[in-house]
């Protein structure tokens, strides 16, 4: 796409080339030069003689009158006008036939001749005499050529316009100075005389003529030159304007729109284009990271404000480094996504490097000023050294990513160096990743169940179906860290599909018991899942094959997830809403989701994350008020509400007068397996009594 610089750049280049067409057709590129004019001293004329004959020329009012009078027909005369075109003529002193004037540059010439002779077929000669070294002698008035055209003026009523093309080199001049074919063609570079004279003076009589005019036209430039020009002209505008277009569009495409620097795809080709440059192959440092809670500020303050944060973390990180760099020859700094920076010095030593990681660290620890706002946020950094023609920018990126995951796990508003223990850390993570892979190829998960009761009779109405590991290799880990580890590898999907699956089955085989129960079953999914458009589309297919009613059915998604929900995850949720199947949202109160954001996200229900129960009681006015609140959002949007944790009595008995739909806790049940569950379910009394809470 064109910039106004650019369009406007190629309508001034059609104006001027309009114009240009139009000057020449209007003639504005014309010149002319006129040999009479009284403005041209230096053009002397002098009387041509030769043979016997009477003769006289006078000048006046800008034309030239001469007469002759053939007294003796069998004799030769000769008879004309020469006029000089050498300036040293007007000066009186010794002339030089080697010194006229450029006439190629005219096209035509216009004459205007009176011409009287005995003979009535007589014509008139006008010759160019032209010097060239080439084949002119400086003392041989003769040998300039003699281009010349033969024409009647008495055929003319007032003027004749003679091209160029008309003239001709004379043949007896070529013989008698044995020219070459190179030089026998048109020549008036350099002409230093102008010669009228009659072509036959053969007959006695008078011979008079009276030249009026003799003026040169040409143009500056002819049509076609003109068009050549123009044409060269847009062929140089057009590379000038692709290339500037092209620069233009490598920087848009190595630039981040929002802040201006350069972009992940920017950062890459500067690593690529720098890394030849290690001359003395000391170490480069790459630093990546990202604010601490920028989705918070995101929800307290809108998205306008941060990005204006992203843009003044950006000018502070840069002037930071332009500290050490002053140049900006050694460092590239660069905007990832969202909130996701990495710097990157082709030359650093390691205390360098740490000291301008803790400067920026400790710089953006510091609030910082937004539209009269301040806000304060901190950052987890990570980094990682690589030596130059070795280590890859992926590669490196991948060590300084690993560094900040030990940041942050190590508090956040810090950075790490990636050292034995990171490398450690994430080794562990991948065989993780790995022994959660075999097991679920292997069939090594099974799913406990944790019973939802209705707070008004304590009736079991929901379970949550959870995911259990039985591998050796994954002793000792438990949910909590192995799912995160799944998402980060990449194979949540197989669990998340392998538990849906295996739920579905199970109510498949057991529809006497659901059905009587009229249960709802919640299946925890993975965030991945809001960025996976195949995954409506398989939870259609696997309602199908197993027969499922999809009322009976709740996925529960986690609050954190929705940090980096976009549009097409909410389509995405929108899918999975028209099979049927109702949504909540898991551990509310963890994230920093605005209660204003609640409307946009297809949900039905709120669980209430543990963390708001643990010190729930009677004196804790704070957490009832906390607690009080969502519920009462919650009611306005007509969101069913369960509380998670529940461990004491006296929280069931305060989340009940609050108006809570439902609570979980180990109050009430363990997650127990399956044959438990059944058991409970049909022990269960009309009134849903099963456990008894004192009043």
Known sequence: MFSDTNVKAILAMILMTCLALASHK????????????????????????????????NQSNQQIESSCKKVDSNTFSMCGISIGLNPQMAENTEFNIQSGIDLSIYDNVELEIEYQSPNNES???????????E???????????????????????????????????????????????????????????????????????????????????????????????????????????????????????????????????GITAWAERNGASFANRRKGYLFYFDIDGF????????????????????KIVTAILLENDPKESNF?????????????????????????????????????????RLIRVGLSMGLASFEPLIDTFEETLSQADSAMYCAKQDGK??????????????????????????ASENGQFSMAYMPIFRSSDLYIHKVEVLLRCHSAALEGIGPDEFIPIAEEFGVIQNIDLLVIETTFRHMYRHQKVFNKSDLVVCINI??????????????????????????????????????????QSITIL?????????LALDDFGTGYTAFSQIIKYPIDCLKIDKSFIDDLHSENEVKKTLVKSILAIAKSYKLQTVAEGIEKDEQFKLLKEMGCDSIQGYLLSKPISWEHFKTLLQDQDGQGNVIKIAN
């Open 26 to 57: 209007l003639g504005l590129m014309n010149i002319s030069l006129s040999i009479l004019d009284d403005e041209n001293p230096t053009f002397v004329t002098h009387m041509l003689e030769g043979g016997v004959l009477e003769g006289e020329l």
């Open 123 to 133: 014509r008139l000669r006008f010759s160019l005499r032209n010097y060239n070294t």
């Open 135 to 265: 084949y002119s002698q400086p003392k041989d008035f003769v040998s300039l050529k003699f281009n010349s055209v033969i024409f009647d003026p008495k055929l003319e009523q007032t003027t004749v316009t003679v091209p160029f093309d008309s003239f001709r080199v004379e043949d007896w001049w070529i013989k008698e100075k044995n020219i070459s074919f190179e030089n026998a063609q048109f020549d008036i570079d350099n002409v230093v005389f102008i010669e009228i004279m009659p072509d036959d003076m053969s007959q006695e009589g008078v011979y008079s003529f009276v030249v009026k005019q003799v003026l040169f036209h040409g143009e500056l430039i002819d049509e076609l030159g003109l068009f050549q020009i123009i044409l060269i002209c847009w062929l140089v505008f057009i590379i000038i304007l692709v290339s500037r277009q092209t620069k233009k569009l490598k920087h848009i495409s190595n630039t981040d729109a929002l802040t201006q620097l350069l972009n992940r795809r």
């Open 295 to 314: 989705k918070k500020v995101n929800d307290t303050h809108g998205h306008s404000i941060g990005d204006e944060l992203l843009c003044e973390l950006g």
């Open 332 to 372: 590239a700094f660069a905007r990832l996504a969202g909130d996701e920076f990495v710097i990157l010095f082709n030359r650093l030593e390691k205390d360098q490097a740490e000291r301008i990681a803790d400067n920026i660290v400790n710089s953006l620890s510091a609030p910082i000023q937004i539209n009269n």
């Open 413 to 438: 508003n810090r950075y790490r160096l990636f050292d034995e223990h990171v490398r450690d850390v994430i080794y562990r993570r991948k065989q993780i990743a790995e022994n959660i892979r075999v």
């Open 526 to 567: 993975s965030a991945k899942e809001l960025n996976n458009v195949k995954f409506a589309s398989a939870l259609k297919g696997l309602i199908k094959d197993y027969r499922i009613n999809p009322q009976n059915v709740q996925l529960e998604i986690t609050e954190t997830s929705l940090v980096e929900i976009d549009e």
């Open 574 to 582: 929108n899918e999975i809403r028209e099979t049927g199947i109702s």
